[in-house]
């Protein structure tokens, strides 16, 4: 499958401070990245999706000034957790989307994620 | 309103034996199902997806049923294996996975040996 890194793979910061979280496609071109949160022991929430060359779209309730995210390339977003808190602690993970092919030789569009990046605010 | 429902929140299982993680799901216009299986400390990878035209999916140990009059999808796993402990994600998404993906509560497995 395709392959999505991120980095960095854990940071700890002081308490606000901004962080920035690096989001690649490796092995081929995402037009579009996908950024969640995940919270111990909980699902994944999906914060905002990125478009290559264009706003991200934010869900209800995330705040954009506090989250940007900049989608300059089709193989990196970057997410930056602007004047940190300790609520904002939290395992932070992002997608690809990619085409999956199929044994009957047919594709379909899937997210492919990254490892994740543990947030731990001071 | 959550959209997508996992049950169990976790599910105990002898070596050998069958998991079952079931899914239920309220939007209609859901066209995607994948399932994800992630390890401690890691990004959720991608096990087995469906499309709502087919009934059940097989790939090797690992099979998606899906109802969808029932509007229900469940993940078997065959031959469990304590390499399978892990927490697994039901989910599902629009415009056939182009759109985000909206998903389950999440299931740990524990397969003992």
């Known amino acids: 499958g395709a392959v999505v890194s991120q980095h960095p793979s854990r940071v700890i910061c002081k308490s606000g401070t901004s962080v920035k979280i690096e989001c690649r496609s490796l092995d081929f071109q995402a037009t579009t990245m996908f950024w969640y949160r995940q919270f111990p022991k909980q699902s994944l929430m999906l914060m905002a999706t990125s478009n290559e060359g264009s706003k991200a779209t934010y869900e209800q309730g995330v705040e954009k000034d506090k989250f940007l995210i900049n989608h300059a390339s089709l193989t990196l977003s970057t997410l930056t957790v602007t004047s940190a808190h300790p609520e904002d602690s939290s395992f932070y993970i992002c997608?690809?989307?990619?085409?999956?092919?199929?044994?009957?030789?047919?594709?379909?569009?899937?997210?492919?994620f990254g490892p994740g990046t543990r947030l731990l605010v001071l | 309103q959550q959209q997508v429902k996992q049950s169990p929140q976790s599910l105990i299982v002898q070596k050998g034996g069958i998991s079952i993680i079931n899914c239920a799901y309220e939007n209609t216009a859901f066209d995607y199902f994948p399932w994800y299986q992630q390890f401690p400390g890691k990004g959720p990878a991608l096990l087995i997806a469906i499309r709502p035209d087919v009934s059940e999916k097989k790939e090797g140990r690992f099979t998606i049923s899906f109802n969808k009059s029932a509007k229900q999808f469940s993940l078997h796993i065959m031959d469990s294996q304590p390499g399978d402990s892990a927490t697994y994600f039901c989910a599902a998404s629009l415009g056939t996975g182009r759109r985000a993906l909206t998903f389950g509560s999440g299931t740990r497995l524990q397969v003992q040996p």
């Open positions: 997608s690809a989307r990619a085409y999956l092919f199929l044994r009957d030789s047919s594709s379909q569009e899937t997210q492919y």
